[in-house]
């Protein structure tokens, strides 16, 4: 049975994506947004958007240019991932990373999306997805992957600057 979805209208609007809609939703102007379902074991969904701006005009408008930086820095720490444009013009960098938090061993999920905001500004939006290790091949955690994918790739951004306030 399809799960009822909600949108998230993130920052008014810099990132709007969809969730379950029982999710739980948290915000921090430090931490972002945090997304989860309210039991035990569940994963955990974050977003962090950053704004970046270049003192002159970029010699390209390109997003994947944008995101070979994450991806520069990335190869430094020997994290490998995948990267492709998107239909809209952004670009994504999908990778995986084991993590371990006190006697927890976890499995965070990342989509990293380059959004170019010409001329001079970009966006490097993170969404992760945060499991434990041992969950990572059961199916209800196969089934939130396919899910946030999708939702993921759908995700669209403000053509605007956007105000924090």
Do not use: C
Not at 38 to 52: A, P
């Amino acid at each position: 049975m399809p799960t009822a979805m909600k949108s998230v209208v993130y920052r008014g609007g810099v990132v709007t994506f969809r969730i379950p809609a029982h999710w739980r939703e948290e915000y921090s102007d430090l931490e972002g947004g945090t997304f989860y379902e309210d039991r035990r074991g569940s994963g955990t969904l974050r977003l962090k958007v950053i704004t970046m701006t270049t003192p002159k005009r970029p010699p390209t408008d390109s997003a994947m240019d944008v995101l070979q930086i994450v991806v520069d820095a990335l190869r430094k720490k020997n994290v490998e991932g995948t990267t492709q444009g998107r239909s809209d013009g952004n670009a994504v960098l999908k990778y995986e990373e084991a993590s371990v938090e006190p006697g927890t061993q976890l499995t965070v999920f990342y989509w990293v999306i380059a959004n170019r905001l010409p001329p001079r500004h970009a966006r490097v939006v993170t969404f992760s997805y945060t499991i434990l290790a041992k969950q990572r091949y059961e199916q209800h955690v196969r089934n939130d992957l396919e899910m946030l994918e999708a939702e993921i790739e759908a995700a669209s951004f403000s053509p605007e600057m956007g105000v924090v306030v």
